[in-house]
């Protein structure tokens, strides 16, 4: 077993599940943001793609963060002719972000984050018994 190998492939996915939680938080804080301009666009959902990229140094593909695109569904519409940000029907755009559905995400990526911080500690200790194992 490559112990620098293993390391680094979970590093990599540490990396890249930190880079999604923080495009997660980034939805969840912009939830309920309007439009700065009458009838303008509120902000857009962000969604995160991940790439696999063979690392040559270790000769093993490892995880990172691709494209940040932004979710094309529509937005929600209410009808709010007091708001600054109505359009001229009295209409205002809300972002197209669903809380539920960014914590469930946030959860998996906590969960996907611990599996590979689990796979740092495992292969730690696995070199700390060896070199306890050589040094007896």
């Known amino acids: 077993m490559d112990f620098f190998k293993s390391l680094t492939i979970a590093a990599s996915g540490l990396h890249a599940q930190i ?7 980034e939805n969840i804080a912009n939830a309920d943001s309007t439009s700065t301009t009458p009838g303008g666009d509120p902000y857009r959902r962000k969604i995160v793609t ?16 691709g494209h940040v695109d932004a979710d094309a569904s529509d937005f929600t519409v209410k009808h709010e002719p007091g708001n600054p940000s109505a ?19 946030l ?4 969960r996907s984050y611990e599996a590979n911080l689990n796979v ?9 018994r060896t070199i306890d194992i050589l040094k007896s």
């Open 19 to 25: 880079g999604r939680m923080e495009i997660i938080s």
């Open 50 to 65: 991940f790439t696999s990229e063979l690392d040559r140094s270790i000769d093993a593909n490892v995880v990172k963060l």
């Open 87 to 105: 359009d001229a029907n009295g209409n205002v755009k809300y972002p197209n972000v669903n809380p539920l559905v960014e914590m469930t995400d």
């Open 107 to 110: 959860r998996d990526a906590q």
């Open 120 to 128: 740092i500690t495992a292969t730690r200790r696995m070199l700390q």
